[in-house]
């Protein structure tokens, strides 16, 4: 495993809840890193 990505394992009812779960990972993480690094 490498330390610059990760794996999900998701299931969701609809392609819908799928992409908006994915997107909001992204978002969270994206601003925790901003965060981190202060960007």
Avoid: F, K
């Amino acid at each position: 495993m490498t330390p610059n990505h990760v794996h999900l394992i998701l299931v969701a009812s609809d392609e819908i809840g799928l992409s908006r779960a994915v997107g909001e990972t992204h978002r969270r993480y994206s601003a925790y890193i901003n965060a981190q690094c202060n960007w």
